[in-house]
């Protein structure tokens, strides 16, 4: 089997969610800081490169199907993970569908320009849905993870943009 761009893009992807749902069961909150300025945005940043592969392409059930991988993935390597898995899917499902909602609607936009602001209302979404889920409601912690991420995924999809 040759590997493809997409293929790579897909195990990095399932390699980041796992191991930001391992980090994040260790260390707790801390975790978050060191996820979301840079395995979350890489996952964000790469749910963008696989829209672009798997446009009209069953886009929303192989984007379901495979934030579905990564957090039984996590809850397999690490069984007390389960509350971080299942917050971030939950999480990744919301980001997800902001993200390809909003990156839908810039199809036609510059690609780092439509990365970035679909991934904006993700980071939004991420923040809101997985945060309470795993930690309860902190209000201060929820914000500053959306600046982490989006400041974070800014930087993935700008080193994309302009050096591949």
Known sequence: ???????????????????????????GIIGLYITGFFIIPFDLFSRDLLHECWHNNKLYY????????????????????LMISIASFSAFLGA????????????????????????????????????????????????SQIGIKWIGGFLWSFLYVKYF
Do not use: E, R
């Open 1 to 27: 089997m040759i590997f493809t761009k997409k293929h790579i893009v897909i195990f990095f992807y399932l390699l980041a969610v796992i191991v930001a749902n391992l980090l994040i069961t260790k260390f």
């Open 62 to 81: 192989k984007m379901a199907v495979l934030i579905l991988s990564g957090s039984i993935l996590s809850f397999i390597i690490n069984s007390d993970s």
């Open 96 to 143: 997800g569908l902001m993200n390809t909602i909003f990156y839908q609607l810039l199809w036609n936009k510059k690609l780092l320009f439509k990365m970035n602001i679909s991934n904006l209302f993700a980071c939004i979404a991420d923040s809101f849905i997985f945060v309470p889920i795993a930690f309860g409601f902190l209000p201060i912690v929820i914000l």
